[in-house]
């Protein structure tokens, strides 16, 4: 029998290890912003690699996790390998098959635009609690300077939910309110290639078009701005948190 010790990370795909490496976290004025307490029981829907629900977690035990897509949630499990597995949920945002009247908060992280809205809000009023709200949380590039918003055009990575568009609900909320930041994220040019690759843009991208994407971020980093492989880039985002609670 062999006594070898494997590290879960390096047996999952390149594209959750991109998104685990690269992908920030949400800052900590954000998730204040949710007020949750040890007691409060919360839903990350779409949690993907499981960046926002380690946050969760860190305030309250009582959390769960919805991720429908395998290779992801390989990546949730090597993130967060402490994580109750009976907790993180194979199933959809549209139908989480969780018991309802059960949650207080529901958080969709990087993920509202993906869903179909009104089965989301309408499954989401079901697992609520009197009072319950739901949290729909975006890290964006801060395209209102004008390098990030080339930068964001060539990485095709722009504002996937604009801060005077609020995101749709039904009426069995009430309108979304929102809250922002601004902070930076350092990277170097070698991990701002990685972060070209875990946007919807590449991972949809046809093998040619890739290395156009490639090519043209290298010509934008490296001959346009100057940068070399091994400098940090200060790469400025803004957060937005819209906040909606049942009517």
């Excluded at 990575?157 to 309110?177: E, I, L, M, N």
Aim: glycine share 4%; hydrophobic share 35%; proline share 6%.
């Amino acid at each position: 029998m062999s006594t070898e010790l494997h590290n879960p990370y390096e047996q999952i795909e390149s594209g959750a290890r991109n998104y685990i490496d690269v992908r920030p976290n949400y800052p900590e004025e954000i998730i204040d912003l949710l007020q949750i307490t040890s007691e409060t029981v919360v839903c990350d829907i779409g949690a993907g690699t499981g960046k926002l629900t380690q946050q969760l977690w860190q305030r309250t035990k009582h959390v769960h996790a919805v991720e429908p897509a395998p290779t992801i949630r390989a990546g949730f499990q090597a993130t967060l390998p402490e994580f109750p597995l009976s907790r993180l949920h194979h199933t959809t945002a549209e139908n989480t098959q969780l018991p309802p009247a059960h949650f207080d908060l529901l958080t969709y992280g990087q993920c509202w635009h993906w869903l179909d809205w009104q089965a989301a809000s309408i499954h989401a009023a079901q697992l609520l609690r009197e009072n319950g709200k739901i949290a729909i949380i975006y890290n964006q590039f801060n395209v209102q300077i004008d390098w990030v918003l080339q930068l964001s055009r060539i990485m095709r990575s722009g504002d996937v939910q604009r801060f005077d568009k609020p995101p749709k609900v039904t009426s069995a909320f009430t309108p979304p309110v929102l809250y922002s930041t601004q902070w930076t994220q350092h990277l170097t040019v070698t991990e701002m290639f990685t972060l070209g690759t875990t946007r919807s843009s590449w991972i949809k991208s046809t093998p040619e078009n890739r290395l156009k994407m490639r090519e043209n971020l290298r010509w934008y980093l490296q001959d346009e701005l100057g940068y070399n492989d091994t400098d940090t880039i200060a790469l400025p985002y803004h957060t937005y948190l819209w906040l909606a609670e049942l009517a």
